[in-house]
C-alpha cells in the first residue's frame, strides 16, 4: 500500500493535494532535484527558471497519486498562479488515458477543471482533425458539433466567408504557438494534439446550384474548378451565360480529358443520353421524345451512332487503385521531367531511400495522366496544386482510394487562389517547402500543414570548365538560372541583367551567365532580355536543356549565384549554389528568406507591388532593390574574404538543414507517427 504522500516526501512540503475525485488526487510541489514516485500513476518534473532566480527549488513535480484530495480541482485552480495553471493543464491533458481519468470516476472533477480553464470556448463543426502544430486551425459546417477550448490569454476568434462556389464558407480559430488545445464532443474529450490529418474533402461532383438550374446534368464543383483552370474554355463558354454549352461540351469533349466526370452522381447511362439529346438540337428535330415513335428512333440512334457521336456514352469510367500495401511511399510526380518540380519528386525519393523506406515512383508527364497505379498506403504528391486538381479529373477519386495523400506542393504567392480550392480535396496532409509556404497553406488549407524543408542533395558535377561552356577563364561570373515554364516576370532574370550592367558599366573582368530552359522566341519578355543583353559580351546566355550534372558543372564553375526573382516558393537552386560553398544574393523575401540571411548570404530588400501572376488576382509579389543588389555585387567581387565567410556559413545551413538524410528521418518520423507506414 502507498504511503500517504506527506510521510513519503517530508523535506518537499508543503504539498498541494488537489482532488480529482474519489480516491484521486493530483500532488503539485517543488523539489530540489527530479522526482518519481513509485506509487504515482504519471509523473513530469519541470524545471522552472523563475522558482529557480527566486532561491526557490527548481524542479516543478506533478503526480497523480490514489488518495483523497484536499480541495477539489476546479475550485482550488482559482486562486493557483498562471504558471501553476498552465502545468497543471498540460500534464493532466497528457496524463489522462494512461492514469484512466477519462473513464474512471474522476472525470467530472477533470472536466469540471478543464472547463473552467477555458479562455475561449465555442460550439462549431470541426472540418478536419486538429494538429498542435497548426496556428490557424480552419472550421467548416462539416461534421461535429465539438467545443473547442484553447488556454492562453490572446485567444481569439476571427470568421471569414468567400463567395467563390469553390471556397465554401470557413470559420478560423487563431490561437497562439504552444497553447494546450482540446475538445469535448458528446461529454467525452478529444486530444487534438495527437490526432492524425484526415481529410474530409468537399465532393467533386456537388452540384453549383447557381449554374445547374434548368440543365439536365448540374454544372460541379470539379466542372467548374476545370473551367477556371483552362482560359480557352472561359473564352468560349463564358460562365453563366454559357453554361449549358459548357454542359455540352463536357459530354462531347471533356470526358476524354477527364474520365472522371463520369463519377457524379446521377451520371447514369439513361440520364447521359437525355443530357446528349438535350444539347442536341438535331436530335430534338428528328426524335420528339413525347411519342413512341420518337423514343424508339433515339433508342436505335443510341444504339447505332450513339458512343460514335457523343463521347461520354462511350468513354471509359476511371479505373480504381488496387488494394494498398503498407511499408512504404509511393511519390507521383514530374519526375522524369527537367524541371524544378521534378527534382523535387526526384529528391523527396532520395530522401525516403537513404533512410530505408521503399519507394514506388510514379511519373505523371505534364498535364497529363499517371502512367501507373499507387502501390503503397502512403502517397507524397510532388505536383503543383493545378496537377492535383488534373489529377482529380484525370483519375478520380477511386485512384486515391484507401490512399493518405500528402501534397508536397509548390506556389509562389501569400496564398493559393479561393477558386482552385478544391485541390485540397485529394490531400489529407500539406508539407511546405519553406515558411512561407506554410503561412501560405496555412490560410485556408483544410488539412494540417507541416513545415518539412526538402531535401538538397549534394551536387555530382562532372568534370567539365569554363571552356566546355565558352566562358573566360579569368572572369568573376555571376551564375543566374531561370525555367521559362516559371514566368521569366517571376525569376526575373532581366532584373539580373540590369543590376549587374548597374554594377559593373565597364568593368570587363567580370561576367553573368544566364542559364535557362524552356524559353525561347514565343516566352513572354524573352525578346526583352534578349533585347536587353545583346549588345553586352560580358553576359553569357545558355538556352538549352542540360543533363543535372552538367547543370551542376556550370553552377560548379561559376564565383557566385544571383536570385532577384519577385517570388520563390523555396528556391531550390539558390539553396544548390550554396551548398556548393557559392555566396548568394537573393530578394529578401518568400522562401528564400528561410536560408539566404545576412549571416548565411545577401538578402536583396524589396518593396511590394501587385504580382504580374497567373491566377494570382489581387495579391503582392516583391520588386528587389536594383542599387542595392548592384552594391551587394560589387562587394562580392571587391571583398572575398568576408564573401567566402558568409559562403561558409550557408553552407553549413544548408548541410544541417536540407541534408536528404536528415530530411529523410523527418519524413520517416512524420508517417510513423501518423501510423501512414
Known sequence: MNLPLPQALPALLPVQRLGLGPGLALAHFHALRPWRGSGALACRNTLDPVAAAMGRPAWRVLALWREAGEQPLSAAAKGLDARSLAAITAFLIDAAPKAGLLDGPAYPEFRAYLMSQAVSAHPVRVRHALEAERQALEMAPLNGPFTVLALGEDTGWSATWQADPLAPETRRLTVPDAV????????????????????????????????????????????????????????????????????A????????????????PGWSPSALALAVYAARPDLQVAFDLRHRSGLEGFAGWLRHHGRQEAPALAAPRPRRAPRPETGGVTILGHASAAMGIGEDARQA??????????????????????LEMPRYRAMLLCLTGFEALNLLGRCGAGYLDGRKTIGLLPWELPAWPARFGLAYAALDEIWAMSG???????????????????????????????????????????????????TLVRKNPLGAVRAFRRAFPRRRSVGLVLKAMNAGAGTPGWSELVDAIDDDPRIFLLNRRMSRPEADALLACCDAHLALHRAEGFGRIPAEAMLLGKPVIATGWSGTADFVTPETGFPVEYGLTPSDYPFGDGQLWAEPDMAQAAQLMRTLVSDRTESRRIALAGQQLIRARHDPAEVGRRYRARLERLGWL
Open 436 to 486: 512561407f509556404l506554410a503561412g501560405c497553406w496555412r490560410r485556408d488549407a483544410p488539412v494540417p500543414v507541416i513545415a518539412m524543408p526538402p531535401a538538397v542533395a549534394p551536387p555530382r558535377p562532372v568534370t567539365l570548365g569554363r571552356a566546355q561552356f565558352g566562358l573566360p577563364a579569368d572572369h568573376f561570373l555571376f551564375h543566374a538560372g531561370f525555367d521559362g515554364n516559371s
Open 349 to 370: 525519393a532520395g530522401a525516403l531511400a537513404v533512410v530505408g523506406v521503399p519507394v514506388q515512383i510514379v511519373d505523371v508527364p505534364p498535364g497529363g495522366a499517371p
Open 249 to 264: 461540351w463536357c459530354l462531347s469533349v471533356g470526358v476524354r480529358d477527364y474520365p472522371a466526370l463520369l463519377d457524379a
Open 180 to 247: 494546450p488545445l482540446f475538445c469535448f464532443a458528446a461529454g467525452r474529450l478529444l486530444r487534438l494534439v495527437d490526432m492524425p490529418g484526415a481529410a474530409q474533402p468537399d465532393d467533386p461532383h456537388a452540384a453549383i446550384a447557381a449554374l445547374s438550374e434548368n440543365l439536365p446534368l448540374p454544372i460541379t464543383r470539379l466542372m467548374l474548378a476545370l473551367w477556371h483552370m483552362r482560359p480557352d474554355l472561359q473564352a468560349a463558354y463564358p460562365l453563366p451565360e454559357k453554361r449549358a454549352l459548357y454542359l
